[in-house]
């Protein structure tokens, strides 16, 4: 009798061995998890197009594209960080590397993603490469440029001083404003920088070895451009109503809705645009210096960064290889409207129009966010700085000199 109760429970193990095979192999399918920023002009079904044809071509690998706001993106990867459980690649802003590589956090691109991708990237592109080690895949790239609603207006100004002047013509709220200003704090800096790059000032001093001195902020071309910009907004009145309420993603659909004469954007303005139904004609210049200096863009970089505790990096370098193929790499940069970053996709002729022009004019001269650590933390003490003059609880040289020193401090200086 106990010989055959062994045979039987023998044989029960046996019959549920395949089955236990079975869901194991289900659960040991490699998974590769991609925080995938939400830019203007990407779609959910681009997204979804991208997933479900990667992993048709790739049966054994499930991959997940998680959409992640922009200004929540940080947040989203230090504390996936803390908790142990990074995603195996995402989108990240350039000049987050240097805190990610304190951390130990990320691992070269260049062990994962295969040669022939790697060599269709134009070097100039490739601003995540730290000490000779390329740290993140370049995913979008470009220069910032001002867009004029011709309906509104053809006047093309050449200066900060007849941006102003040619603004305030035209301004007539509700129905027409002069210029669009994001006056909310959200995760860019851009209005600020453009401003101040167009004062030929600068966030830091740059010492002779390169590296960041103190916190100019404060300079007089800081306080400049800050107090410009309060004069838009508060004296001249020629933003956007609730312009203090409004975010990037909030306020440039004002543009789109034909409601505004300028705005300082990125490329993705012709997609967005587009999404949005706009039925007037746009032209494309570079953002205009103060008098006596040259025009100097923000140049805005992202990368896709590997992490280093994640589970799948080599599979997550094959989606990546197929990810920069043209047919969805340049999808993406046509959606987005940045210039692509793949040498293949740039000759495409969909790049080849006015909007890719203005662009690579405005990148001859640009210059890019500081790339350091805890930049993202200072920038947000720069913010805090422009609210509390557009609020008019302090001037532009007080709180900027406050903001400097704060920054300062917390760097050690």
Known sequence: MKKLNKLILIALLLSFLPGFLFAKGQQEKPKVTFYWALYDGLTEDFRASLQDAFMKANPDIKLDIVPVPWKNMHDKITTSLAGGNPPEISVIGTRWLLELMGLNAVDEVTSYVSKATLDNIAPGAMEAKIKGKL???PVAAGARIMAVNTSITTRIPMTMGELEKDAMAVNNPPKVYGLIMPGKKHTELTDFAYYLLAAGGYFFD???DGSYGKCAVNSPAGVKALTFMNKLANVDKVVQKGYLSMDRMGS????????AAYVFIGAWVESAMKQANANFKVKYAQIPPFAGNKSTPLIITDSIAIFKDAKYKKEAGKFLDFFYQDKWKAKFDELVGF????ISASKLPQFQTPL?????VAALNARGWPLMEGWAEYSDIIWDANQK????????KAALDEAAAKIDKARGM
Do not use: R
């Not at 557009?390 to 532009?396: H, I, N, S, V």
């Open 135 to 137: 740290m993140g895949l």
């Open 206 to 208: 740059i010492n002779s």
């Open 252 to 259: 440039h659909p004002v543009f789109y809705a034909g409601k």
């Open 339 to 342: 210039p692509p970053v793949t």
């Open 356 to 360: 890719y022009k203005a662009l690579g």
């Open 389 to 396: 003059v557009f609020l008019g609880q302090m001037t532009p």
